[in-house]
């Protein structure tokens, strides 16, 4: 969750120019905090997939030939929560895409291409790879939507009382984390730039 509000204001120095997002850029590839961090995300995802399939098992397993009773609380995340393993799924195809038109270019190759500026600004002047990132940005609102308010419970820190405000919080910050992501991708998409 901070990891897209970090890589989100990172993103949003594309509106200030080639130079500041350039910097930018640079300073995140070479921060030792940001670098260490980098190795605890990719263990975190390796570990939160794992978890997320033996879940949607076990889930699956408990549920062939059950007829359950829905309770009223959890109604507004049940599309998100019954799609999690479908949703993660596309979030995993989007980011083995995205690793490799972005990261992988702009962390080792970048000297020998413009510049990182130019590596974004020409993905987003594709209109298939500007369709799929706004398409994989509204994929991940939906699966954090749920994922939020669900840390929340699994935690035990979620009761009748709190979890609206937990959902909505959720809402709330996820869809402007993709809202934002998506905005970005549309005005360079269009832009003359």
Not at 44 to 70: A, D, P, R, S
Not at 138 to 158: D, E, K, R, T
Request: proline share 2%; charged share 10%; hydrophobic share 50%.
């Amino acid at each position: 969750m901070i990891f897209l509000l970090l890589h989100l204001s990172v993103n949003l120095f594309l509106f200030l120019g080639e130079k500041p997002f350039n910097n930018a850029v640079f300073f995140m590839r070479n921060n030792f905090f940001i670098r260490i961090m980098e190795y605890v995300l990719f263990t975190g995802f390796l570990i939160h997939m794992v978890f997320g399939i033996k879940l949607h098992l076990q889930n699956k397993k408990k549920m062939e030939g059950v007829n359950y009773v829905i309770n009223s609380c959890h109604k507004t995340t049940l599309f998100s929560s019954r799609t999690m393993i479908y949703t993660g799924i596309l979030i995993l195809c989007f980011l083995i895409l995205h690793l490799m038109n972005f990261m992988i270019p702009m962390k080792y190759y970048h000297q020998h291409l413009n510049s990182d500026y130019n590596i974004v600004i020409s993905l987003f002047k594709n209109p298939f790879y500007t369709l799929i990132y706004i398409f994989s940005f509204f994929i991940l609102g939906i699966h954090l939507s749920h994922g939020f308010q669900s840390s929340f419970q699994s935690l035990g820190l979620s009761n009748k009382n709190r979890l609206i405000w937990i959902q909505r919080f959720g809402y709330f910050y996820f869809w402007i984390i993709c809202f934002g992501f998506s905005i970005i991708a549309i005005w360079f998409f269009f832009s003359n730039n």
